[in-house]
């Protein structure tokens, strides 16, 4: 049972001290002798005393004469390289969960027009911002994310590509949108279904794609066996040669891939889906292509959730357990995916 996380009054009662003097000390309040503020930061240190943002922010506004009903803001990094979806569907998500609970998302673009790491850090701590949601990198970028004060703070991160520190992370549920994808195969008459990847994507998604696709028809009986052609970019040739191999009815595929396979089977003169079905496993409700919508609003907004509950714990740093929460996607029913078949 996790320890009850230690309160001001006791560092006051180790002080020997009250605790409006140990307020006073950690805020660095001059009218105390350096002396004893010194002494109250190092008993306060020795014991592991960390203070409540959510507490100091509403102190810090009632001492500048502000209402009580204070707005706390949280922080939403993006690296400068991330190149995400100029729609930014996480970040709309995000900002609508923020804004409900009655806290403001700021955004940050790190590494862009000077900011750093130490640039960010004293942004956050000036405007007493302690909770982090990171949006997903490039897939193409370094995974390792960036550094900052990371004790300091209550951080989630959105989807796999930030792999170090081990935060916890609000991700789409790949393995549940493969299943979804195979069964709408299956209930439209199709056997013959290949999967295809980038090496990247399937890394980063802890193989979550693979392992339903390779469930899927070993545990149906009704699916051809075609292996799966994971590539780390795109490669006309190995595909063709797999596409030969095995003619898969339906591709299973995600937008790293998508318009190459749209490419392809124009030059082959595939109509799409009578020849040929697509499924994008990135779909999105205003596109023709059939597919899953991973509902990334939704993600953005259960981590601001998360991350408000790890604020009201005090729970900052690297977690000793990360926790990962799974986000399923829902149907889009496209154009590129016919309704009935007798495949063969």
Not at 155 to 184: I, K, N, S, W
Request: a positive charge; hydrophobic letters at 40%; proline letters at 6%.
């Amino acid at each position: 049972m996790a320890k009850p996380a230690l309160s001001m009054q006791d560092v006051a009662r180790a002080a020997g001290v009250h605790q409006t003097t140990v307020s006073r000390a950690l805020r660095n309040d001059r009218r105390l002798p350096e002396k004893t503020r010194q002494r109250i930061r190092k008993v306060a240190e020795r014991l592991g005393y960390r203070p409540h943002p959510l507490l100091t922010a509403l102190g810090v506004n009632l001492r500048r004469g502000r209402p009580a009903d204070y707005e706390v803001s949280l922080a939403y990094l993006v690296r400068a390289d991330s190149n995400l979806d100029p729609r930014r569907p996480y970040l709309l998500g995000a900002l609508t969960a923020a804004e409900a609970q009655g806290y403001r998302l700021e955004e940050f673009v790190y590494g862009e027009a000077g900011l750093t790491t130490e640039r960010l850090n004293q942004i956050l701590f000036t405007r007493n911002i302690h909770g982090l949601i990171i949006a997903p990198l490039a897939l193409s970028g370094p995974q390792r994310g960036f550094p900052l004060d990371w004790p300091e703070f209550c951080t989630v991160t959105l989807e796999y590509t930030f792999t170090e520190p081990a935060f916890d992370r609000v991700v789409h549920d790949g393995y549940d949108a493969t299943r979804l994808a195979l069964d709408q195969c299956r209930r439209r008459g199709f056997r013959r279904i290949g999967l295809l990847m980038a090496t990247g994507v399937h890394q980063r998604a802890n193989s979550v794609n693979v392992a339903a696709y390779w469930l899927e028809q070993k545990a149906r009986r009704c699916f051809a066996v075609i292996p799966p052609l994971l590539i780390p970019d795109w490669d006309r040739p190995a595909f063709a040669a797999w596409f030969r191999a095995h003619r898969p009815r339906v591709i299973i595929t995600t937008n790293w891939l998508l318009r190459y396979v749209l490419d392809f089977a124009r030059q082959q003169r595939l109509a799409i889906p009578g020849d040929l079905g697509i499924i994008n496993l990135n779909a999105f409700e205003d596109e023709s292509v059939t597919g899953i919508v991973q509902n990334p609003g939704a993600i953005g907004a259960a981590a601001v959730r998360l991350v408000i509950d790890k604020l009201n714990r005090n729970d900052r740093g690297v977690p000793a357990l990360r926790q990962t929460i799974l986000m399923p996607g829902h149907w889009h029913e496209g154009r590129t995916l016919a309704p009935l078949t007798r495949d063969v």
